[in-house]
């Protein structure tokens, strides 16, 4: 800028002397001369300063703009030369690049933390909802698609439309007003009806109050729940009987005033109680070595047919009084399996058809079909009501009519049966013969 000052000083005075010096030569006088050559120099001079001032302005900006530029680098850790530049504009150029520099890697950083925070919450379990003051999705993850059944994606979209369930809808639009509610919010949704729970707090956002919601898939947890209501509600039934037998009977002894018969019979009756608890609690405590994965099985190589021998033979001792008759029929299986939880599967069996087969023959048959031993215990009895089928597996179930005293039994005998079975890769199944009677059907894979 100096060299363009001097420049137009230079030319502004050549031009002033060479005006006087002609006008001087051509006669004029010499005041006039003068005049000329120094409004020619001003001529020259005038623009060139209003130039050279609004240069030095722009500079001044320029170096402004580039010290305000160093100072963002530097708050941002960028690293610039320790001393600006001479030049201005090289000042403001090294700045931007660092701040340009900057701006890539904290873009870069950003969609890094954006995948991120995607693949975290979609393998959370529960649903996240992150609303804005004006009621839009800002982030979901997939769990939200899922539990609502709304096709992804789901930002930007309005949350009554994500979620179309009222008390959802309601509470979030509370937290946006300040008030979200306490505690947790059931609802069901989807297409088989889950049990969703559901918090939701206000969150500060640039616009106002947004809102944040989480929702867990109570479902399981409630059929547990339930599981175990029914558990608890099953045994104390089961165990009541046999204790009020036992009070009874203890009461009656503890009035006096008995003949030794009765006190004998009394006793046995306590006895029978006695049993009958230590039966359940024997047959829980195996159900739940079952149930839990405890048991391991021995396995080993067993002729089947003359396992069931064996056992009719010891049924045949153990009922003999009633006179029935277990007969055996079939051919030679083997199967790889534990020769214990085989007598223990077939013993229940074998009980329930003594217990329900109304006194008439027990058939035990052996056959072999699609790689499976297939075995088959059929009585003479009543048979199964159909709709009580598939139900007399489940534990405590016992068909109402035999829930009298008149049978023993606590209902957790077929339920044993089942899971044995299952842990030998069999199946097991009820169902009703053409001429009256039960059979139960198993499989195991042959050897
Ligand atoms: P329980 O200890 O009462 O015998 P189970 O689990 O072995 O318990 O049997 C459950 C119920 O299934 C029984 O109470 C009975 O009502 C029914 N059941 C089992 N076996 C037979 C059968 N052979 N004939 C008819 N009903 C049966």
Known sequence: MRALLTGCVSAGTVAGVAIYI???RLGAAGSYALTLALLAFALFLTPTVAAATYVRMMFRQISELAA?????ANLHGGVLPAEPQKDAVDDLRAALEVLSDLIARQSAAFT??????????????????????????????SQISTMFGTQMPLAGRSILEVVRKQRVTEAIEKALEGNAPEGRIVVT???????????????PSSGGLGAVALFVDISDLARLQRIRRD?????SHEVRTPLAGLRSAAETIEGGRLTAEQEEALRQVMLRQLNR????????AELNRIESGELVLERRRVDLKSLLADLCHEFRGRTSETAINFSLTGEEVFAVADPVRLQQIFSNLLDNAWKHGGGGEVLIEVTRGGGYAVIRVSDSGEGIRPEEIDRIFNRFYRVDRSRSQAVPGVGLGLSITKHLVLLHQGT???FNREGGG???EVRLPAA
């Open 189 to 203: 949704a989807g297409h088989d009806d889950r049990q969703i729970e559901m918090r939701v707090v206000s969150v």
């Open 68 to 72: 305000n530029a160093r100072k963002l």
């Open 428 to 430: 097991i199944r009820a």
């Open 231 to 235: 558990f608890l509600d099953d045994f």
């Open 438 to 440: 039960a059979t139960f």
């Open 277 to 284: 608890i230590e039966r359940l609690v024997k047959d829980l």
């Open 22 to 24: 002609v006008l001087t």
């Open 112 to 141: 890094e933390q954006r995948i991120a925070l995607d693949q975290i919450t979609s393998a959370l379990q529960e649903g996240v909802v992150a609303v804005s003051p004006a009621g839009r999705v800002v982030f979901a993850n």
